[in-house]
């Protein structure tokens, strides 16, 4: 099977912004269910279970995000040195590509910063 993303698609371009819907999706709703079951959850390793849940969430996304940039920086690159075939549109997805990377990374980062300096259920 090929990898799709190494072609010119529509999944190479919204992939990054994907991956950090699903991470915020999902954050969301663990930080919802902790705080619906009325505690701060289990602890584990001295940080609750929503934390680490949370933190393990947002390594995952970043190495999915960074592999994915990783990907489109070459296909970039490539694209770039054979500019003599006039592929234009393949530069503009691997150049676009590899910014929402860069962008849905420090989202998903934004979005995972408060679950470790504030308790998930403050009233």
Known sequence: MRNLLNRNSLLSLVSAPIIWAVHF????????????????????AGITASEASIGALTLI???????????????????????????DMSRFFALCSVLLCGLSAIAVIWIAFPAFILSPCTA
């Open 61 to 87: 996304a970043v190495a999915l995000l960074v592999y994915i940039g990783i990907v489109n920086y070459e296909k970039w690159r490539h694209a770039r040195r054979s500019a003599l075939t006039g592929d």
């Open 25 to 44: 999706l999902l954050s969301y709703v663990i930080v919802s269910l902790v705080c619906s079951s009325g505690g701060t959850g289990a602890w584990v």
